[in-house]
Each structure stands twice: as structure tokens, then as C-alpha cells.
């Protein structure tokens, strides 16, 4: 079993800047690709950003240069550093990891950015 907690959401103006967290529980942490992916009303769940065991990162193109994942094994952590905040950013985010073939999800935190 995986829990994974979000924190870090918020109300910003745009341009503004967030840092969103997930910490994983359970052991292993170091060796699972992480993710975060957000979901906006009525739309579909998609990829912001992975990263990988090694930290190589990859990130959707309408994030690229103002988000940067990052992650601390040693506190089971997963961050994403989200500037340059636009409207169209608002959502709610998830952190997502796939454990034994397993997709785990956290609660969701949620992200609006106004104009």
C-alpha cells in the first residue's frame, strides 16, 4: 500500500509562484517514478511532470520553463515548483505513482490562479 499526501495549494494572482509537496509513505519511495497531474472541471486528468528514480524529469509542453519537479528520498518527498503562474493553470493537482502495477493517487490539492 501507498499513501500520497499533496499539500501547497493555493490561491495566486498570475505570475505569482506556488510549491506544491507529496510525501509518500511506505518504503521504496526512492525507486518509483513520481508524477503530478492536474484536472481541470470538465476536463480530462493529465501529466504535469515526472520524475524519475535517476531525477530525469519530463514535463508537458504547456508547462515547460515554469515548472520543475524535484524530489528528496530521504523524506519521501516529491515537489513541484510552479512559476509564472497563468489563469489557465488552475486546477486541482495530483500526485501519482505506480507501485507492483498499481496506480496510487493522492487527495488532490487545488491550484487557482487568477487574472
Known amino acids: 500500500q501507498v499513501q500520497l499526501v499533496e499539500s501547497g495549494g493555493g490561491l495566486v494572482q498570475a505570475g505569482g509562484s506556488l510549491r506544491l509537496s507529496c510525501v509518500a509513505s511506505?518504503?521504496?519511495?526512492?525507486?518509483?517514478?513520481m508524477g503530478w497531474f492536474r484536472q481541470a472541471p470538465g476536463k480530462l486528468r493529465l501529466a504535469v511532470a515526472t520524475?524519475?528514480?535517476?531525477?530525469?524529469?519530463n514535463y508537458a509542453d504547456s508547462v515547460k520553463g515554469r515548472f520543475a519537479i524535484s524530489r528528496d528520498n530521504a523524506n519521501n518527498t516529491v515537489y513541484l515548483q510552479m512559476n509564472s503562474l497563468k489563469p489557465e493553470d488552475t486546477a486541482v493537482y495530483y500526485c501519482?505513482?505506480?507501485?507492483?502495477?498499481?496506480?496510487?493517487w493522492g487527495q488532490g490539492t487545488q491550484v487557482t490562479v487568477s487574472s
Open positions: 501519482h505513482t505506480i507501485r507492483g502495477g498499481y496506480d496510487y
Open positions: 520524475i524519475t528514480s535517476a531525477g530525469s524529469t
Open positions: 511506505g518504503s521504496s519511495f526512492s525507486i518509483n517514478t
